[in-house]
C-alpha cells in the first residue's frame, strides 16, 4: 500500500537532482563566458522558475497545512515557507543578474554575484528537501 506522502516523494526524486543544475551552473560562471556557461545558466534559471516555484508555491497550498494540522500548531511549518520566500527572492535575484547569450564576457563583480546567488539557492534548496523527506514526509505518513 502507497503512502499518503508518495506523490510527493516522486516529485522530489524528478526535482531533487536538478538542484544539482545550480551548482553546476555556478561552478561554469567566470569573466568569459562560454556556450556552455549560458546554457547551464538558462537551464537552472529555467528549473527554478517553471518547475521549482510551482512546486514550493503547491506546497505552500496543500502540503503545509495538513503538517500543521497533523502536529497541532499553526506555525510548525513557518522555517519551511520562510525557505520559499527566500527561493524565490534568489530566484529574482538570479533573473536580474542573468546576462544576455551574446554576452562573451562579465566583470569580476558580475561573476561573484552570480555563483554567491546560484550556490545560496543550491545549499538551500538541498537543506529544504533534506528537512521535507526526513522530518515531514515520515511525519505525515
Excluded: C
Excluded at 546554457?39 to 529555467?46: D, F, L, M, P, T
Excluded at 500548531?73 to 546576462?99: I, K, N, Q, W, Y
Amino acid at each position: 500500500m502507497a503512502s499518503i506522502t508518495q506523490p510527493l516523494r516522486d516529485e522530489h526524486k524528478e526535482l531533487y537532482p536538478q538542484v544539482e543544475l545550480l551548482r553546476a551552473a555556478g561552478d561554469a560562471i567566470n569573466e568569459s563566458l562560454t556556450t556552455s556557461a549560458h546554457a547551464k545558466i538558462e537551464e537552472a534559471y529555467n528549473f527554478l522558475t517553471h518547475q521549482l516555484i510551482p512546486h514550493a508555491q503547491a506546497e505552500d497550498k496543500a502540503l503545509y497545512p495538513v503538517v500543521q494540522k497533523a502536529m497541532g500548531a499553526p506555525m510548525a511549518t513557518a522555517t519551511m515557507s520562510r525557505d520559499h520566500v527566500e527561493v524565490g527572492r534568489l530566484t529574482d535575484e538570479f533573473g536580474t543578474l542573468r546576462v544576455h547569450h551574446s554576452q562573451l564576457s562579465i566583470t569580476t563583480l558580475q561573476a561573484q554575484a552570480l555563483r554567491r546567488v546560484l550556490y545560496g539557492l543550491y545549499a538551500l534548496l538541498k537543506v529544504h528537501f533534506a528537512k521535507e523527506e526526513e522530518i515531514y514526509l515520515p511525519l505525515l505518513d
